[in-house]
């Protein structure tokens, strides 16, 4: 199972960036998917999920309104679309493989996650 991201870089408040998510290894159409953060001296932060099909999303409230999960099947990516972003979205973003949903909003146990793409955001 190998999860690579990309896409991430610095970009100015209010601005906008797209972070993809190359999987391979397994049937990526079978699992659902996450995005997950970081910020510096922080925990691990959910921000959104997306089902097999792709037809349900989940989003934390920072991100709701501002971010968009979706995936390509076909192409195996997962990809995230961010925009107004703000200095506090300033984390490294993982992709993770969902393996169990939990019973709260938010709450998933994953068995894969990439490297991680750095996303900054300031002026």
């Known amino acids: 199972v190998q999860l690579v991201e990309s896409g991430g870089g610095m970009v100015q408040p209010g601005g906008s960036l797209r972070l993809s998510c190359a999987a391979s290894?397994?049937?990526?159409?079978?699992?659902?998917m996450s995005w997950v953060r970081q910020a510096p001296g922080k925990g691990p932060e959910w921000v959104s999920t997306i089902n097999t099909g792709g037809g349900s999303t989940y989003y934390a409230d920072s991100v709701k309104g501002r971010f968009t999960i979706s995936r390509d099947n076909a192409k195996n990516t997962l990809y995230l679309q961010m925009n107004s972003l703000k200095p506090e979205d300033t984390a490294l973003y993982y992709c993770?493989?969902?393996?169990?949903?939990?019973?709260?909003?938010?709450?998933?146990?994953?068995?894969?996650w990439g490297q991680g793409t750095q996303v900054t955001v300031s002026s």
């Open positions: 993770a493989r969902v393996e169990r949903v939990g019973v709260t909003k938010g709450s998933y146990e994953y068995d894969y």
């Open positions: 290894g397994f049937t990526f159409s079978s699992y659902d």
